[in-house]
């Protein structure tokens, strides 16, 4: 994909269509491709800030492992969109494991290249700062759809943002390390509703149950699961 074909892409995200022609053709410019498989890593919660992130072709998912032993599906990302922006702006560790859902195309905007937009024009910083706000409303219709989630829905973002903890920490394929009571436990159901629930999507060729892990088989469309109903 060239620069052209990078541009149709990103200007899909209202940010960017909006930024400045000077500051798009700089992020076009210092911007890398990456190519990556699916299931692989773009970083891992805690990684030191490595830049920012479109995404030109496939998916990636952010999910986090939280100090109290949850696990919490944050967000997935298509193409168009851009992700990484927070840790550029305050300098910590990053918040998330981001995991490519699919064969995948990144722009990478590395640190560097970001710290050298915002020297060529300190007008710049507004734009990229746009960039934030635009993930935190996003953040905030995310916590409000959380909360009518349907129980498969949690269930099955549940296991995914498990997946991707097992990914970040070199688990061989991912498949979530969690027993029967220990996943409804986390999504506040009973033993025997999760026992229906995997049974079921077993049978679809969603999942493979195994002792003490729950194989992902189609992690796609576990992530389709209906929110509601």
Same mark, same amino acid.
């Given at each position: 994909? #060239?620069?052209?074909?990078?541009? @149709?892409? =990103? +200007?899909? #995200? %209202?940010?960017? *269509? @909006?930024?400045? %022609? &000077?500051? *798009? +053709?700089?992020?076009?410019?210092? &911007?890398v491709e990456r190519r990556l498989r699916?299931? +692989?890593?773009?970083? @891992? /919660?805690? #990684?030191p800030p490595s830049g920012m992130y479109g995404v030109l072709s496939g998916g990636v998912r952010l999910s986090q492992y939280t %100090? *109290?032993?949850? $696990?919490?599906?944050?967000?997935a990302f298509s193409p168009g969109t851009w992700f990484g922006v927070i840790s550029e702006f305050d300098g910590l560790p990053r918040p998330h494991n981001a995991i490519t859902v699919a064969p995948t195309r990144l722009l990478h905007l590395s640190s560097a290249a970001v710290r050298e937009i915002a020297a060529r024009d300190w007008r710049y910083c507004f734009d990229l700062g746009r960039c934030v706000v635009v993930l935190f409303r996003h953040t905030l219709d995310l916590l409000s759809e959380l909360r009518a989630l349907s129980? %498969? /829905?949690?269930?099955?973002?549940?296991? =995914? /943002?498990? @997946? #991707? $903890? +097992?990914?970040?920490? &070199?688990?061989? &394929?991912g498949a979530p390390r969690v027993t029967q009571d220990e996943l409804a436990a986390m999504v506040d159901v009973t033993r025997q509703t999760i026992s229906r629930l995997l049974a079921d999507w077993e049978s679809q060729g969603l999942v493979k149950r195994g002792y003490g892990k729950v194989h992902l088989l189609d992690p796609v469309r576990l992530a389709r699961i209906p929110a509601a109903g």
């Open positions: 994909m #060239d620069r052209s074909g990078w541009r @149709s892409v =990103l +200007e899909r #995200d %209202p940010w960017f *269509a @909006s930024v400045t %022609p &000077g500051l *798009a +053709e700089l992020i076009l410019t210092l &911007g699916a299931n +692989e890593i773009v970083y @891992s /919660a805690n #990684d %100090p *109290a032993g949850k $696990h919490i599906l944050y967000s129980c %498969p /829905a949690r269930v099955a973002q549940t296991l =995914l /943002a498990i @997946s #991707d $903890h +097992e990914i970040a920490v &070199g688990g061989v &394929g």
